[in-house]
């Protein structure tokens, strides 16, 4: 369960952008889940993480609540833009992936289209020793897992 929620062998097995800013990654964790909206809906909710990370508030957001409502101007996208306050934006395409880096952890939110909405993939690749990458992983996938459900 840390090192994979919900991502199928075929999305573990596809490469993601993430996976060349951090290739000899100590522990790579994938998590993916399916969501009923389309694509673009879904790629514009990510753009929020700008602002807010959209998980446990009160452990990582100093307590504030992630915004409700999305702001459209938060889709203008350049890389070097901050995302959760400690990731930069390395590389993106509309309505397809955003891949963050800061330091030794890279991530993937990767989004396609299924029939019944969209299929929201991340992966998260730490480097450095792997004993603190799989300490890092098993804490990403509790966080990451509210933030996906949210």
């Known amino acids: 369960m840390i090192a994979n929620w919900g991502a199928t062998i075929r999305e573990r097995e596809t490469p993601l952008p993430c996976d060349t800013l951090k290739p000899g990654a100590a522990v790579s964790a994938d998590r993916a889940i399916s969501i009923a909206a389309s694509p673009s809906t ?12 959209y998980s446990y508030d009160l452990l990582d ?6 915004p409700r409502t999305r702001d ?8 070097g833009q901050r ?3 400690l990731f930069e934006l390395r590389s993106f395409a509309d309505d397809e992936h955003l891949t963050l880096q800061s330091g030794n952890v890279a991530v993937s939110y990767s989004v396609r289209g299924e029939a019944d909405g969209t ?10 020793p792997r004993i603190v990458g799989w300490a890092l992983a098993l804490g990403d996938v509790v966080m990451m897992r509210k933030q996906l459900l949210t």
């Open 42 to 53: 879904v790629f514009d909710w990510l753009c929020q993480l700008r602002v807010a990370p």
């Open 61 to 66: 957001n100093f307590g504030r609540r992630s």
């Open 72 to 79: 459209p101007a938060l889709t203008e996208l350049h890389t």
């Open 83 to 85: 995302f959760m306050q």
């Open 119 to 128: 299929r929201l993939h991340v992966r998260v690749r730490f480097g450095g």
